[in-house]
C-alpha cells in the first residue's frame, strides 16, 4: 500500500484557497496507510488513530506554509515515524495507581535494581506534581486514566492540539527531570 500524491493543484487549494473538501478527500484516501504504518511501530490501533489524526491536521494548520514541502508523502512518512518513536520513548513511563518506572530492555530483580526503580518513582511522582496545574490534569487524564486526547480535550475543554502540547510540556519535564537526578 502506497500513499496517495497529493497534486499541485489540490495542494494549493488545500494551503491557499483552505479548501476543505480538498483536504478532506485527501486525509480519506491516506488515513488507512498511515494508520498501519504508524501501527507497525507502536502496536497500538487507539494511538495509532490518534497520531494519524494529529500529523494530517497538522496539515491543513500548516496553510500557506504547506507549499514549501516538497514531497507531502514522505514528510507525512517522516512524521507518523518521529510521533511514533517519541511515545515508543515515553512508554517507559507507565502509569497505573501510582506511577511506576518501568524500563521494558531491563530485567530488575536485584534489591539494588528495585531500589534504583523506586527512587525513579518518587522522581516521576514529584515531577508531576510540580506540573503547571492545566498540564498536570491533562497529563493525569491521559496517562493515568487512559483517556484519548479527545476525551480529554472534551473533559478540560480545550482542543485536542492543546491536549497534545500539555502533555509535550509535561514529557519534557519529565525527561529532563529524569535526566538531571540521574
Not at 38 to 48: E, H, T, V
Not at 64 to 71: A, E, K, R, W, Y
Not at 84 to 109: A, F, H, K, P, S
Not at 145 to 170: F, P
Request: with cysteine; net charge positive; hydrophobic share 40%.
Amino acid at each position: 500500500m502506497y500513499l496517495k500524491p497529493l497534486s499541485e493543484e489540490n495542494k494549493r487549494n488545500i494551503a491557499i484557497h483552505r479548501d476543505e473538501n480538498s483536504f478532506k478527500a485527501y486525509f480519506l484516501a491516506n488515513y488507512g496507510v498511515l494508520k498501519s504504518n504508524a501501527f507497525s511501530f507502536i502496536k497500538d490501533k487507539q494511538l495509532a488513530e490518534d497520531v494519524v489524526s494529529e500529523v494530517l491536521w497538522k496539515i491543513w494548520y500548516l496553510g500557506p506554509d504547506l507549499m514549501n514541502i516538497v514531497s507531502l508523502e514522505s514528510y507525512l512518512l517522516r512524521a507518523i515515524k518521529n510521533k511514533c518513536l517519541n511515545l515508543l520513548r515515553v512508554r517507559q513511563l507507565v502509569l497505573t495507581d501510582g506511577i511506576e518506572y518501568q524500563d521494558t530492555l531491563i530485567d530488575r530483580n536485584t534489591p539494588e535494581d528495585i531500589l534504583i526503580s523506586n527512587e525513579s518513582i518518587q522522581r516521576i511522582q514529584q515531577a508531576v506534581e510540580c506540573l503547571p496545574p492545566k498540564t498536570k490534569e491533562a497529563f493525569k487524564l491521559v496517562k493515568e486514566e487512559k483517556k484519548t486526547y479527545l476525551e480529554t480535550a472534551e473533559t478540560m475543554g480545550i482542543s485536542k492540539k492543546t491536549v497534545d502540547r500539555h502533555i509535550q510540556i509535561a514529557l519534557g519535564k519529565l525527561w529532563a527531570c529524569m535526566k538531571e537526578k540521574k
